[in-house]
């Protein structure tokens, strides 16, 4: 058996997967990716042993461009922006995933909602046993919590119903992506479908986060099955120059934002804030870039790095809340304080406040003050305790339940 694993995004979105292939192949089940062939990624991928399989085209440039053209763009044209992005995905999706599912008896679709269109597509039209995946609880229908608002498509003021907020998430997603999903089954001689939420989520959803940082509360509006998050052991030992540093003085402060195109004045605040408390810093430079204020020696600037190794050894991680860099300070057991941005983010960042083991950002522009109360409450003494504590909660099991699970269930 092969299964094809498809996702369209940052390091986020294609780490749990090259986690997820490993797994599958220890048991017995060909694996393949499906991601942006960016070298980052690929280089993942060939560290995880696991064959890339490109996407329609790498991501760092075109996430870039989609930010800087939806940054000052009214909430209309940001829909606009999305719907139109969604046709060209869709369509060149389907054809990478279409070389990408040579062989393959299954698809995974994880990421971007039109590529797991794109996804849902192929397997149809090749007669492939299909199932989405997702990393946070956020974007499952449930009465337990509200749907994701989109630009352009603001939810009713003052309606608590979240059954009859999530009827209006169908809605809203046929407005943005149905043109471009029925669109490409009108190329293909397709009917077209009513609902393309339910279309592309299909049933079950394979939730791929840890039960403790992001619980699931059973729903009758879909089939969910929380496995807990894939995450890709690494062994690889820090640089000499970090390692050196780290060893020079007391635990410092890691600052980064992945994939987010934060401003630089972010990681100026961060340093600054930091400094004032007299701890020195760890600064990842990320898709944004950041650079430290000065050239003082007590802060580090990085490139990509084993968190993993990383995390165990620094005072406090300050970052944007992707799923991925939560998880891995939550393991480590390192307070966090989450700048969230975009997506999901502002979910982790409320489940790091509501658990004890960091402080969540108010607000995504990050200045000296904010940052320096948000590290006061993250240093307080009861809070590295209890994120020390948690960390032994966290299961590390994710992907090896998910192949079991997806084994058994592709047969």
């Known amino acids: 058996m092969r299964i094809l694993l498809s996702t369209y995004g940052s390091r986020g979105d294609v ?64 829909a606009r922006l999305i719907s139109g992005q969604a046709a060209e995905i869709v369509a060149r999706q389907y054809e990478a995933l279409s070389a990408a599912a040579e062989d393959c008896d299954a698809v995974v679709a994880f990421g971007l909602f039109p590529s797991c269109a794109a996804a849902r597509l192929v397997a149809e039209q090749r007669g492939m046993r299909y199932t989405l995946g997702t990393f946070c ?24 119903d979240n059954r009859l907020l999530w009827d209006i998430d169908i809605r809203t997603k046929n407005a943005l992506f149905g043109e471009a999903i029925n669109g490409h089954r009108a190329s293909l001689g397709l009917p077209p479908v009513q609902n393309v939420r339910d279309y592309v989520y299909g049933n079950s959803v394979l939730l791929a986060c840890d039960p403790t940082l992001g619980p699931w509360q059973p729903s009758d509006l879909i089939d969910a099955v ?38 630089s004045e972010a990681g100026h605040a961060a340093v600054n804030a930091i ?78 406040a509501e658990l004890g083991i960091g402080a969540a950002h108010d607000g995504a522009v990050p200045t000296v003050a904010s940052l320096s109360a948000a590290l006061e409450m993250a240093l307080a003494p009861k809070v590295p305790a209890r994120a020390r504590a948690l960390a032994g909660k966290i299961r590390a099991t994710g992907a090896d339940v998910a192949a079991k699970w997806l084994a058994d269930r592709m047969r």
Not at 275 to 284: D, I, S
Not at 316 to 337: D, K, S
Request: proline share 10%; glycine share 10%; hydrophobic share 45%.
């Open 226 to 263: 929380q496995t807990g998050a894939f995450i890709l052991p690494d062994e690889r030992p820090l640089p000499d120059g970090l390692e050196a540093f780290l060893n020079e003085g007391s635990p410092p402060v890691y600052v980064g934002f992945g994939s987010i195109s934060v401003a």
């Open 275 to 352: 400094r004032a408390k007299g701890l020195r810093t760890v600064l990842a430079q990320g898709w944004a870039e950041l650079a430290s204020v000065d050239d003082g020696d007590d802060c580090f600037a990085i490139g990509e790095v084993n968190q993993q190794a990383l995390f165990g050894r620094v005072a406090a991680v300050i970052h944007h809340g992707g799923a991925g860099t939560t998880i891995a300070a939550a393991r480590a057991g390192a307070p966090q304080v989450v700048v969230p941005q975009i997506g999901d983010q502002p979910y982790w960042a409320r489940r790091v």
């Open 15 to 78: 780490e749990p997967l090259a986690a997820l292939g490993a797994a599958l192949e220890a048991h017995g089940v060909q694996a393949r990716v499906s991601a942006p062939a960016d070298a980052e990624f690929a280089a993942l991928l060939a560290r995880a042993g696991v064959p890339l399989a490109p996407a329609f085209a790498p991501v760092r440039e075109w996430a870039k461009e989609m930010i800087n053209r939806s940054r000052s763009a009214s909430p209309e044209d940001r």
């Open 137 to 160: 609880p956020i974007w499952l229908p449930s009465q337990h919590n509200r749907p994701h608002e989109y630009p352009g498509h603001p939810l009713p003021a003052g309606v608590t």
